[in-house]
């Protein structure tokens, strides 16, 4: 057989210690004597992200790996069994011994535990087959548990109890003893909108156990089904059946997925989910049919209650997108000396350098984001303030919606940098891809998340002062030689002002049409300020480089007419002149039926 040319791989190095973004941001956050703490665990687990922890990671990916439902037994009885690999098996280890969920808790190092922990899950996420999925939910469902355990009068003794044995599985470091576990909140009737929840509980009667419920409902899509435990909403039926309808009628409920004999708790699995992406991640339809589950908030509090699950998860969706971006360019930077094209290394092509170049500055922007969010948690959960949790309440959905969709173009960028070696999927590239899709859908979509930012404005205005107070404090440290950006984020900051004071005097469809247009802008402007003041530290030509070109890559206010929303409905929906809707019915205009897709 004849010799032909073989392209070189890229390689991947130590993801923490070759990662300039990551380190200098934990310098300029982390005081130098409590970063000295974990920075060489940091960088130890570099080095296992690009190793052995990847090759777990691959191996899960594999389609032969990936988890499939054996619904019956050789002997014709119903099992439900999810069986998955030993490579995600090996990751859930990895998980526990790491810390991952651990780290946040034990709060070794103070308000910057967060972000030792997070960078760890930084490095794991694009490793791991995205084990960052079920550990996400942990982390929510423990923190949601903390926050219960914080009023225990409201809890039975019990129920206190039980809360406290199922948060030390869930922080446990003992890969024996770690639980992951799932949230079960998406039904056929919608994902976001748990108003029209269809899933009852109702007193076990066969129980003097106060807190003892049975569930009956279908849940249509849960992630992480193999996880020990779950939280789900439920409304309650009172004695005569009857139940308050919409989300002031949910309760918040805890479930134990098996019995003490290891069968399932009346659950029934009626398939696994094929997914575009996270295939890895055992995701499946469930029907409830009077599992026990028990009541862990007041009836009609389960939406509030469960709102600190859905905010850390967000920050773990923004996390994950991030590190999907800063993956993909560390494989692009590495492989552009390895390829070359007419002649030339794409190391040495000027359009080339171009294009990785505004994929870096999208990242270091993005995860200045990232980084600034984690510290607001570790403040909010070691030294409460008002100020943290007026940010967080704003950022938490800005970073989720804009990192998703930056997160998700840089990608796509990154597989055009390997040309037709980035389709192929057995070089491991698609796959970044296809994982980064979910995250501008799970939790919340980017229009969804946009509304949450006019919600936030309603109901808490006093957060948005102290967005523009820190906007302001953050450029007004720029040097000379960055005066033009500061005036442009300033100028921008009063734009953005002058549109949320407009907000309540316009009518509400231009606010809900405008809110997408809104919710860019406030992130892109905030991360314009963030990497200011990170250039004001570093004093390197560099950053306030990537500071600037960071307002010409993503424009601060996105500029969206005021008549675009009399236009929407005409240009989205293709009005004929009599007003009817084209393409849509179940009968087209020549009287024949429309095909069901």
Known sequence: MASYFLQDPPRLGNQYEEDTALVEGLHRLVPADVLKGFES??????????TDVLDMGRSANRTVNEPHLVQHNGWGHRVDDIVISEAWKALHGVAAEEGLIALGYERRSGKYSRLHQFS??????????????????????AKLIEELLRDRASLSPS?????????AHLTSRSPSEFWTSGQWMTERTGGSDVGNTETFAVKDPNSSDPDRYLLTGYKFFT?????PMAFTLARIKDANGNAVKGSRGLALFLVNTRNIDGKLNNIVIHRLKTKLGTRAVPTAELELVNTVAYLA??????????????????????????GGMRRMIALVRDYAHRRKVFGRPLSEQPLHLATVANMEVTYRGALQMVLQLLLLLGESEVEPNTRADHLLRVLTPLAKLHLGKIGLATISEGLECFGGAGYVEDTGLP??????QVETIWEGTTNVLSLDILRVLARSPASFDEYFRTVAAQVAKAPASLSDVAAEITAAAADLRRQLEKVASQDAATTEAGARALAFSLSSTYIASLLVEHAVWSKRPVDEAIARRWTRLHPLVEVRSADWARQDAAIALDLDPSGRARGSGDVAPNGKPRARY
Do not use: W
């Open 41 to 50: 665990d940091l960088s130890r687990f570099g080095e296992r992200a690009a």
């Open 431 to 436: 796959v970044f891809l296809r994982d980064a």
């Open 159 to 167: 129920m206190a109890q039980r809360l406290q044995e199922h948060y």
């Open 223 to 227: 992630s992480a089904t193999t996880s």
């Open 297 to 322: 908030s007041p009836p009609g509090q389960g939406v509030r209650k469960i709102s600190s699950l859905f905010n850390l998860t967000r920050i773990y969706n923004a996390t994950s997108s991030v």
């Open 120 to 141: 760890k899950l930084f490095m794991y996420g694009p490793s791991s087959a995205i084990y960052t999925c079920p550990l996400a939910m942990t982390d929510g469902a």
